[in-house]
């Protein structure tokens, strides 16, 4: 095997992008603005925002108006190239048109690369609730150009190094991170996205070990949602570690010397100003409503993923109340 190209299974790293020339692409616009030379003329082209109100049942249907007028089928190819909301969407898209044509994908950002492009799922907002209607769809390939990360804005690179503490914060296999570096080495970007994706096959459909992946995200989530995203994805998904740590910490759940090595691990990751006192400032109310909208939930119980030792997570049921909640926001 070329040593420049590392191939694990679906998964691949590669030193050069070149994009085939059959099939329909769906294109991040701005990616599409710099990296103009990768696109082939001959094939159609859907360039799309990566903001987070077009990922909506509007920017749906032109996906499928795209996708309708350039007569795509089923054995046809369609390759999306963009970071993780353009990911997430378009590959719902592709998974629906038509009952699923065939998806490769190109994720150009640190946080697609090692999270959103692999494991499946994918998703649209709905009513201001995220990915509340998806599915799960894997690509046949996934293809990993590091090259792409130069481009991208040091706010940008956060989040995606914010995926990959989580990672090292539930998998003792995994080697350390140095969040003072904004882009990590290919070698460690392709250990992290392999680990994920190991576990997602492990586990396709998110019914067992997989979900220690949503360690942060129920709070992540409804930050995200609560403050009209204008806190990040990654962003809010430390800050909802720490909250699930506050939690785990008032249940029992961990030690306080464990507790303690978690917290100074995450503190040292820089959270933006003002996001601690947001989530602070949250209703508890509007928090258990949310809460009851998340796939994993009933109406009472909240299935959490909790902390129970220094980068050791478990799936716990928590009932959620005035108590609990105060002592998770601080």
Partial sequence: M????????????????ILPESGVIIADARVKAIYGDYF??????????????????????????????????????VHVVGGGLICDLAAYGVATFKRGCRLRLYPSTLLSMIDAAIGGKCAVNYRN????????YPAEEIFIHPNFL?????????????E???????SDQLSPLDLSCSIPPSSQILEYAVFKMQLCKSDPYDLGARQQLNFGHTFAHILESSSQYRFKHGDCVVAGMIIALNISLK??????????ALLNTLRQ???????SDFYGSLDYQDILRATSQDKKNSNKVTRMVLPVAFRRVEVQEVVLNSVVLSEGLG
């Fill in 2 to 17: 070329n040593e420049s190209y590392l191939d694990h299974g679906h998964l691949h790293i590669v030193p050069s992008l």
């Fill in 40 to 77: 082939p003329r001959s094939i159609p082209i859907l360039e799309l925002k990566a903001i987070e109100r077009a990922k909506s049942m509007n920017t749906l249907g032109k996906i499928y108006g795209f996708l309708s007028e350039h007569n795509v089928h089923r054995s046809d190819i």
């Fill in 129 to 136: 609730i995220k990915n509340h209607i998806g599915t799960f």
């Fill in 150 to 162: 130069h481009t991208l804005s040091s706010d940008e690179l956060r989040q995606g190094l914010a």
């Fill in 164 to 170: 990959m503490l989580k990672s090292y914060l539930i």
């Fill in 251 to 260: 249940l029992g759940l961990i030690s306080k010397l464990s507790a303690q």
């Fill in 269 to 275: 990751y820089p959270l933006p100003a003002g996001i």
